[in-house]
């Protein structure tokens, strides 16, 4: 099967098993908006490879990823099209990663923030490397927390702490992610890629139907919280792009 994905997600095919790369890794693999368009289309695509039994997804160099490009996010801020285009879009990538059938192995080799995050939680089954970390800093830099943030935390973790990190936007080490419900295992750095491959391959072994059907009925859960908060927060983050936080946020990155 052909996919149509661009040079910022690098596709790489082990049997059954789809490893999908985020590949900037000179810029810690954050998100452009072509970037940001293939993974979104790429969950309907890779469903359609009659061949797929299971995804992992990781990234390139010593970053998961560092969540959203800055020049992307000054984008949103200074022109209306460009915000409206990414909202539809981060709508697009929740609903479908959580609609998709096949199993997705996130293999986190390094930091995981801000929509590096929310992805990494769409993820059936999160291995992290000793040395990484998560954060969600949406809120500490003046954006609501709702490119799933604010729907996939409290489902992995309780109410309290959902509110504690999405609030602060506070990094959590590795071992924290594990012990809260973040992450499923945490392994060396070097073999992070190779035990999430493995469990990948193992799930491809396993009957097709009988796993994506229960994987179906076990995302209900999360395809209700999306149904009932996701719209909301998005239009909340829309506007808080237009607060003066975010503006002198960018400022001072662009400083540095």
């Not at 099967?1 to 790489?12: F, G, I, K, S």
């Not at 973040?182 to 999430?196: I, S, T, W």
């Not at 927060?233 to 990155?253: G, I, N, R």
């Amino acid at each position: 099967m052909d996919y149509d994905l661009p040079d910022e997600l690098q596709l790489t095919i082990d049997g059954g098993v789809r490893i999908l790369t985020l590949n900037r890794p000179e810029a810690r693999n954050a998100f452009t908006i072509p970037m940001h368009h293939g993974l979104t289309r790429f969950w309907s695509q890779v469903q359609n490879d009659r061949d797929a039994r299971a995804v992992v997804l990781t990234g390139a160099g010593k970053a998961f990823s560092a969540g959203g490009d800055m020049s992307w996010i000054e984008r949103s801020i200074n022109d209306h099209a460009v915000r409206h285009e990414s909202i539809r879009d981060t709508d697009g990538l929740v609903r479908t990663m959580a609609a998709c059938a096949l199993p997705i192995v996130a293999a986190v080799n390094g930091p995981a923030v801000g929509l590096g995050c929310s992805v990494l939680l769409l993820c059936d089954l999160v291995y992290m490397a000793d040395t990484a970390f998560i954060a969600d800093p949406h809120v500490a830099i003046g954006l609501v927390a709702a490119d799933g943030g604010a729907v996939t935390w409290p489902l992995a973790t309780s109410l309290l702490k959902a509110k504690e990190y999405l609030y602060t936007g506070d990094r959590i080490p590795a071992a924290d992610a594990e012990r809260l419900g973040l992450a499923n295992y945490v392994v060396p750095g070097d073999e992070v890629l190779d035990k999430a491959l493995a469990m990948a391959h193992r799930l491809a072994a396993q009957p097709a139907f009988a796993l994506q059907q229960t994987k179906r009925a076990v995302n209900r859960h999360l395809e209700r919280a999306i149904s009932d908060v996701l719209a909301l927060a998005l239009a909340s983050q829309s506007e808080s792009h237009l607060m003066p936080e975010v503006q002198a946020k960018v400022d001072e990155f662009k400083r540095r």
